[in-house]
Nanobody, 118 residues
């Protein structure tokens, strides 16, 4: 079955760093665009970062320069390196895989919670 399992969340102080991982199975990882989204308490799910099949990246303005998305196709894993964390980064972070051929379809992980607080 298709699975996207996030890990690496936790409690970190402002200015700290955290690395999230999303291990995927049940689909051809290398054929999917991978992304990270987040949802703050009481908020809407928002785009954070995306990486194409060949490594092109795009970031939300709110995280640009602080976060880095990467992927390891050999490990079926996408990562989100988060540096200079702010309290506003507190959210549940979700991994997303999107196929564009032959049809567009997306898979979502269950999320991992990140709390940035003193």
């Amino acid at each position: 079955q298709v699975q996207l399992v996030e890990s690496g969340g936790g409690l970190v102080q402002p200015g700290g760093s955290l690395r999230l991982s999303c291990v995927c199975s049940g689909f051809t990882f290398s054929s999917y665009t991978m992304g990270w989204y987040r949802q703050a308490p009481g908020g809407q799910r928002e785009f954070v970062a995306v990486i194409s099949r060949v490594g092109y990246t795009t970031y939300a303005n709110s995280v640009k320069g602080r976060f880095t998305i990467s992927r390891d196709n050999a490990k079926n894993t996408v990562y989100l390196q988060m540096n200079s964390l702010k309290p506003e980064d507190t959210a549940v972070y979700f991994c997303k895989g999107t196929a564009t051929q032959p049809r567009e379809y997306a898979y979502w992980g269950q999320g991992t919670r990140v709390t940035v607080s003193s």
